[in-house]
């Protein structure tokens, strides 16, 4: 069942969207050494339950878990951008959109033996963006599951989730699962009716 208040646009569970060029992203993830890891893992602001040891890099990220519509460049974004809008560009080629933003974009490394329990990403602010992985690094024994369905993501390839049904992801094998992960939108798509009644309720 799809969320009311979600985006009519969003796949009911995933869109793969092509494979995309990540050599030069994918060797500048490689070098990164760990107590970059470290430090920007620490700082992150997507610090939810559900994501237990996973670390993250996070170059952009919304200035609240109402709005989308309001983000900002983190530390890494400056220097990273060169290297990451290649890859943003080359993966939502699909959709057409005109005009459009990345309100977060993050690297998430899940170690082996690695779990993401199941969840729905609830905030307002996800519900409206696309979702997007792009697998950097993988292993066959990775699992990503949405409603319950077993999905594979290879290297390289750019898929949608839903982000709004239940979804969870295992890393069974014995290497690092590393994503690129990024929310899009198009900003020529009128915002839902909801979006500031719900952002007024909240102020003060």
Known sequence: MRDPYGNPRKTSSIRRLGVVDIKVLQQAVAELPEHVWDAENAGKPNRFEALDSTRHIVFRFVDGFLDWRRSS???????????????????????????????????????????????????????????????????????????????????????????????????????DRIHLIFEYYDLDQPAPDWIDPLIASHAG
């Open 73 to 175: 460049d983190r530390g890494l974004w400056k220097e990273w951008q060169p290297l990451l809008e290649p890859v943003l560009a080359a993966a939502t080629s699909a959709y057409g959109y005109v005009h459009a933003a990345y309100p977060r974009v993050m690297l998430a490394r899940m170690a082996p033996g690695g779990v993401i329990k199941p969840h729905r990403d609830a905030n307002a602010a996800a519900k409206w963006p696309h979702k997007v992985h792009v697998p950097l690094f993988t292993n066959e024994k990775v699992r990503f599951f949405v409603d319950g369905v077993d999905y594979r993501f290879p290297q390289g390839e750019a898929v949608e989730v839903n982000n709004l049904a239940v979804h969870a992801v295992e890393n069974g094998g014995d290497t």
